[in-house]
C-alpha cells in the first residue's frame, strides 16, 4: 500500500499520536465502515476481519436485528440509569441470561455492568458475600482485566502490571494445563493442592475464577477432565467456581457457553464481548442464593445495562441461541482447523493449533523440539497480514500465538482467503526473519 492511498489514514494517525495516550496500543488501522467479517479504512481498502473487533463481534458486524433494535430503542430513550428508573430491556436481558445459563441451581439471577473487568470484580464482590471468605484462586495465563483487582488477577506483567502497584490482597496463582507444554490436568490439580497447603487456606477461599479457553494467554482450552476435577475440588472446600466467559462466551466456541463443553455448572457465569452486539455490556449469572447475597445498593453503577446496549443484547442473544447459528459456528470452526492443520504441515514454525469450534489459534515456536515461543515472528506476521488485508491479532504470555476471532457469520470465500493471507504472511514473516 503506497503512502499516497493512506492519505486519510496518516492524517488521523498524526492526530492520534498528538492527542491519544500512548498507553493504549493501537495498529496503523483507520476504520470507517464495517459489515459482516468485513472491514473498510478510511482510504477505502477493504480486510476480511479475523479479529472481529477483539471478539465483540460474534455475531458480525453490524447484524441487522441488532442495528434495528438499537435504532428502535434510541427513539425511545437511551438513558435512565437502572437505579433511577427501572427499564424492561435490563430485566429482559436478565431473563434470557437465567434461560441460557450454564449455572448450579434453578432460579438464575444476573447483574448487568459496563465492562468485562467490572463484571469480574462484581463476580468477586459476590462471591465474598456469599462465602464470607477474602480469597481469590486465578491460574497461569490468566486474563480478566485491566482494573486493580482485575490487572491483580491477570497473568502478566508487561504491559498489564509493571509500574501499577500496589497491587490487591488476597489473590493467588495456580498452574493451569497447557498439554504442549507438559503441564496437565494431573499435574495442574496437585498444585492447586500444594497452594492449599502451602500459601492459602481453602476454607477462606471465595471462588476460583477460570477461562474454559484462556484468551489474551493464548487460547489454551482446558483439557476436558480440568474444570470437573476442579469443580470437584471447589466443592470439598465450599469453594465457588466462576467461569469467566468475557471472551469465550456467546457464541464464539459454537454453544451459547464454552463450559457447555465440559458439562459442568459453575456457580457464576461472566460474560462480556460479543454480548452487546458491539455496545458495552457485561453480566454475572448465578443462582439467586448467591447473586443475593449483597443486599441493595451494594452493587450497581451508573451506566451498567444501558437501554441501548440490553436491546442490543436481546437480538445477540436470539442470534447465538439459533441453532442456525451454532450450526454455522460448528461448520466455520471445522473449516478453520482443516485449514489451520495444513498451514502447520507446511510452515514449520507452527507448533501447535488448538482451540474449540471456531475458537482456534496456532502457536509459534522457532523450533517444534525445544518449542521457544517465536514472538518476533508472530507480531512480524500480524503486520504482514493487514498490509495483505487481513485483520488477525496475537496474544500468549510470549505474543507468540496467532488468534482467530473471526465474526461468525464470514462466507467461506472470505474463511477460505484469510486462510490464505494468513499463510503468505506467516511465509513472509518468517523469510524476513532470516
Ligand atoms: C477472559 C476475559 N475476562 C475479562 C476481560 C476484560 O474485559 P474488558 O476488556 O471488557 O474489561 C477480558 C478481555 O479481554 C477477557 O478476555
Redesign the pocket.
Known sequence: MSLQERNATEKVLDARERYVAAGVSTPPLVVARAEGARIEDVDGNTYIDFAGG??CQNTGHGLPAVVSAIHEQADRYLHQCFMVGMYEPYVEVCRRLAELSPCRGEQQKSILL???????ENAVKIARAATGRPAVVVFDR??????LL?MTMTSKVVPYKRGFGPFAPEVYRAPAPYPYRGVTTDDAIHELEVLFKADVDPQSVACVVL?PV???GGFVDMPLDFPPRLQELCQRYGILYVD?????GVGRTGPVWAIEHYGVEPDLL?S??SLGGGL?L?GVTGRAEIVDAVPAGGLGGTFGGNPLACAAALAVLDEVSSEGFRRRADEIGERLRVGLEAIRERVDFVGEVRGIGPMLALELVEDRGTKTPASALASATTAAARERGLILLSCGLYGNVIRILVPLVVSDEDLDRGLELLEEALVDAGTRAT
Do not use: I, W
Open positions: 477483539l471478539g459496563n465492562s468485562g473487568a467490572e463484571a469480574v490468566a486474563f480478566h482485566g485491566r482494573t482485575t477461562e484462556q484468551g489474551e469467566d466467559e468475557v471472551q469465550a461472566v462480556g464481548k458495552p457485561a
